[in-house]
């Protein structure tokens, strides 16, 4: 079963691949052709991770399975099928004409997505989606999703939503397993966009996408997700609250004393990702360093978990 941080990590999610994410106030509008097909006239259809029937299969649809079309390349088609990415044979898929279609749940995978009122760039915004929202796809149309979110229904661009769930009425696909919800944790999200920013320069004072320092850099992640840090290293270990080193989770805050001169008991911080590793903004811009290393291991001082 692929997991969700390499789902990110690859673009295999959804609809397009996903682009390294910019804090932008609005997401470009470009035409984005996508659609739902049914498997037809074959039994049983292949998923290859090529357009060609002699790459490997990575899984086969039933007759009457839904496929999420991404794109066409010829006479073959880029599928999501069961949250796995790959090529059918354009003959035996067939586009269904209604817009309804229940696709389970989804994740905004871009800042601040634009929810519309209709599934074109010139309808009224209803409102706009942060990084990791979770919401329910209940059809497709020319490009756009239509979701809902609580008391909203509206749509989205297909390229700005990744599928968290296959269609409930599918099979869960020969060779493959049985398709289920895949989660990811606020934390996850943070630790995964904070690493979209890997090389920004580092800048003392710095707090935006020009160039940020450590406590710039994690106080602009963490403000994409709707959550207020304190601007300084040693001020941010206010924020949240301790947890050890032996149950750090990606997303939290790691702080490291004496990294310049300072009677502060933090001087540093980075947000952690997971397996020992942590990114973060010092000497040569954003960059992943491991917890072990010679230098930041002797000055770490604790670590904070904010979500």
Known sequence: MLDFHSILRKAALAC????AVTAVAFAADTEMKTGVATVVD???LRLREAPSTDSAILATAPLGDTVVVISQEGDWYQVDYNLKTGYMYGEYLSFKSVETVDLGSGFINSTLVNMREA???EAPMITQLSFGTEVNIIGIHDGW???TIGDYIGYVRSDLLDLGSAPEENSSGVGGEVA???VISAGEQIATFAQNYLGVPYVWGGTTT???DCSGFTQYVYKQFGYTLNRIANAQMENGYAVGI???A???LVFFGNTYYSSETATHVGIYIGGNQFVHAASGGVKITDLDNSYYSVRYVGARRIV
Do not use: C, M, N, R
């Not at 397009?16 to 682009?19: E, F, G, K, R, S």
């Open 180 to 182: 289920t919800t895949v």
């Open 246 to 248: 032996s149950e750090l």
């Open 145 to 147: 999703f239509k979701i």
């Open 119 to 121: 599934p074109t760039t």
């Open 42 to 44: 074959a039994s049983s």
């Open 16 to 19: 397009v691949t996903v682009a």
């Open 250 to 252: 990606p997303g939290d």
């Open 210 to 212: 020009s160039g940020f």
